[in-house]
């Protein structure tokens, strides 16, 4: 196709003709063309993109014109499967793209033939509603294509089979697997390696990328351009996929699928159970040692407890002499030998784990209701990160509606190891002046004032009645959303849907179809909620969202910081805070007719120095210290 994708996306090009409701904009075609020089001179490019800009065609439409084998990776499963089951297909028509595309997601989310093999033969489950499940799943298992476990809603997502049905990298056999032939895993992966354009996640992204976790070498090879959108997202997942954990979970499933493998051998399991059977106790004892610590924390607390060091030096005794006896059968069967290797694994990370000696890296814990894993952290992510682009030879795209502080790029940039990147910084085209109306109220206390959450529901309340509801209350804890809660019930005539009171999906469902209602969530509510419309005319953030002082991760990196000579609050924790902000207050404002009112509870905004930088990242919207005037926007026709 000759027309340059400026053209395309124009006022004369095929989507205004073709898509319905598309309107031209400057700033998507400016994008648009921004990532096309991006992929055909294979450099990074950085590109911010205002709520409505169309960012989503903006990529797709240089992607599919360009020629070159491209990765667009999103920010979660579900984005994953609009952009491939409803944005790619309609930017494919109108260009008449012949293509092909490959969605690809993770080995969890797909069905493990040996493994639901295994499990029918072993016959051990904890109730008839999963006796019922597993039947369930081996009938779905003879017809399905894809093995995506997607497809079967009649097995809830959380239920305990799952992940006795599904492979991760530690337990898969790879190709000596006697189902290897049938694998859905691996027939998704060739799909991906023979696309011209596949569809991943971040998750999925960084287990190939940076630790080839997900096991088969390189699943996405010779990428000419990788798009990242919700970029926000990644210096965060990168330390995720950096790190090196052990957790109580992968320990119980290591015995659980030793002790499967030794059904198929003759004389094994007699030899091998006294070898097996004491981990489970010893993960048991750990466990009930480590309840005495906070939920998260350094390493170092659990090294100041005797007890606790005394069962894990125990279990590390353990897992050698599992590795030991399994070394002696692992030429008996192909399991028994992988069992064996990922013994040895486990071992080896474990040592790891509890030499805390490094300096480069944070030892963390975190305890589950159930459990416990172990951390290893990088502090700088960007080398490691550098590394990968320059490896890849690729174009690097990242975008999102929130990647700068104060209209500059430069802390994204460095925790990605960005040295000169390109950057595109693009408005949003709604416009605020007369949408928007940002309300900072008088008067509150201090955020760590014990009355803080009572006196910020009381000020709410007015611009609730104003709004008849249809208003988000974002908390940045969820002490605090529990509290506001508790104060609104029974205290408004409005609909509550409280974070924790049902699924997330379901809240926003009952919140859509009230038409007044109030919806209360703390981080998760923060980001990817889409309510255009009336049904949304108010959002309220309490306190401005700096990350919990007690994640050990955090403490590390603003320790080092500080060595270096660096202030770790205006470097690190302003900005980072500043760009959860601009996600909070992007659920307002979602199409060209949404009005709303903005409430932005924290004095700190307006009585510390640091507040300017909040401040100017905002949506360019009118501000009041009036309520009176919060009252008046309401009342003026729409």
Sequence with gaps: MDESVEALLGSDGPFTREVPGFVPRAVQQAMAAAVAAAIDERHALIAEAGTGTGKTFAYLVPALVSGKRIIVSTGTKALQDQLFHRDLPRVRSVLGARLSTALLKGRANYLCLHRLDQVRKDGRLASREEVAQLGTIHAWSTRTASGDRAELADVPEDSPLWPRVTST??????????????CFVVRARRAAQE????????HLLFADLAIKQEGFGEILPGAQAFILDEAHQIPELAGQFFSISLGMRQLTELAQDALAECAGVSGALALLQPAIDPLMPALRRLRLELERLPAKGAFALIERD????????????????????????????RGLASVHERTLGFAARLAHLLDSSARDAVHWYELTPHGFTLHATPLDLAGPLRELREQSHAAWIFTSATL???????????????????????DSPFDYASQALAWLPTGLPEPADPTYTDRVVEAVLPVLEASNGRAFLLFTSHRALRRAAERLEGCVPYPLFVQGTAPRHRLLEGFRASGNGVLLGAASFWEGVDVAGEALSVVVIDKLPFAAPDDPVLVARLDALREAGLNAFTEWQVPNAVIALKQGVGRLIRDIHDRGVLVLCDPRLTGKGYGKAFLASLP??????????VVAFFAEPS
């Design 195 to 202: 696309a011209d354009l596949v569809v991943v996640n971040h």
């Design 169 to 182: 990298t530690d337990n898969c056999l790879g190709s000596e697997c006697p189902l290897f032939a049938e």
């Design 620 to 629: 360019p919207m009118p501000r009041t210290r009036r309520v009176e005037e």
């Design 306 to 333: 005797a007890a606790a060091m005394q069962e894990l030096e125990g279990l590390r005794e353990l897992l050698g002499a599992l590795a030991d006896a399994l070394e002696r059968h692992a030429e008996r069967s």
């Design 404 to 426: 700068s502080v104060d209209r500059q790029f430069g802390h994204f940039a460095r925790q990605l190891g960005l040295d000169d990147p390109h950057t595109l910084l693009l």
